[in-house]
């Protein structure tokens, strides 16, 4: 006999998802804290961004502007695009929910790849789908197995470029081939949060294949080379009719007035874009030698954060180093839920916390041996 719930349930499935933990935050206890776990710039935002933000503080009992028009249209001038075909949002992580709830339901399929960013997998079970995960190569996105796991139930393939956590890149060659191998009902989503930092040549973030094709979409943030984590701001650029649709289901003046003025001054102000982007050229690479010359091996990477691998011996482990370095005020990411349980994650910082990292790495590699 059935016993009538005694309290409001979730829709089957709601539990089964594991919430999304962000990276630790502080070390208790130490007087100093260098935080290299959340990939943010170590610039801080542009002092104009900064005033944009401050000019709205009396202005607070106001709605926003309800589509971002003024963003959408600095961004447009910033890449020659129609502001008609972006939309806004509270960082680029609603955009990938609303992706997924506009186009996933009960039945139907995502795809993504083994370390690929957690809330692709969140999004898809919320909306009632079925996660796909495809393996890697060398940590890098292979095509041929992604487009080997598309079936009539796909509806959606993720594919996060580069890739956070590892910091690999797929070629712009290779995005195409992975487009051109989908069928036109299925859609693809790039996700280049870091595209900013990349300086290769056979890198592209996606503007040309989403201005050429009717099934592809491109999301951005502010999160990162902006220096705008605390606000939220996202913006996806995609085909007519996929604009319209994610804006059915758009909340309301989705994003506020602060971010909004703020992020206008800062997409205007690209020479301090290009200082974080000369920082990341320097440091990124010494960092990665470093390392290595600590003995232990590094995921070449082209975004602002490397993927620094430990040993399973005991002492050595890469839970033993977060320990360490965290009781040295050194914050970086676990990325065990990413199927990484003998990596950390790595941030790159200003030239101080970088000196130091690299210093408490060796002292860490030292007291362990």
């Not at 009538?4 to 100093?32: C, H, M």
Request: neutral net charge.
């Amino acid at each position: 006999m059935s016993t009538a719930p005694t309290r409001p349930q979730p829709r089957p499935g709601i539990l089964a998802i594991d919430a999304y933990v962000p990276g630790k935050s502080g070390a208790p206890g130490v007087a100093k804290v260098y935080k290299l776990s959340s990939n943010e710039t170590p610039l801080g935002a542009s002092p104009r961004a900064i005033e944009a933000y401050r000019q709205i503080a009396d202005k607070l009992e106001l709605y926003p502007e309800g589509s971002s028009a003024a963003l959408r249209e600095a961004i447009g001038r910033l890449y020659g695009l129609d502001p008609g075909r972006l939309i806004c949002g509270s960082g680029s992580d609603e955009l990938l929910s609303l992706i997924t709830n506009t186009y996933i339901g009960p039945g139907d399929e995502g795809i993504f790849t083994e370390h690929g960013f957690l809330v692709y997998k969140i999004a898809i079970l919320a909306a009632g789908g079925t996660p796909v995960v495809v393996k890697e190569r060398d940590l890098t996105t292979d095509v041929d197995a992604i487009l080997a796991a598309v079936t009539p139930r796909t509806k959606v393939v993720y594919l996060a470029n580069p890739n956070n956590p590892t910091g690999t890149y797929l070629p712009f060659d290779e995005v195409k081939r992975l487009h051109a191998g989908l069928p036109k009902s299925v859609l693809l989503v790039l996700d280049a949060a870091y595209a900013e930092y990349v300086r290769r040549n056979d890198y592209a973030g996606g503007i040309e294949l989403v201005a050429s094709s009717d099934n592809v979409v491109m999301t951005r943030t502010f999160s990162k080379i902006y220096g705008l984590a605390g606000l939220r701001i996202g913006w996806l650029y995609g085909p007519d009719h996929v604009v319209d649709a994610l804006n059915r289901i758009r909340g309301p003046f989705n994003v506020n007035a602060a971010a909004i003025n703020a992020g206008v001054a800062a997409i205007e102000d690209q020479a301090f874009v290009q200082a974080a982007i000369e920082h990341n050229e320097r440091w990124l690479p010494w960092l990665s030698a470093e390392i290595g010359k600590l003995g232990l091996a590094v995921t070449p990477s082209v975004g602002n954060f490397l993927l620094i691998h430990f040993p399973k011996t005991a002492g050595k482990t890469a839970a033993d180093a977060d320990a360490f370095l965290t009781s040295k005020g050194l914050v970086l990411r676990r990325v065990a839920a990413y199927g990484l349980p003998d990596a950390l994650r790595l941030t790159v910082g200003s030239e101080e916390a970088n000196r130091y990292l690299v210093a408490t790495l060796a002292q860490f590699l030292a007291k362990a041996s």
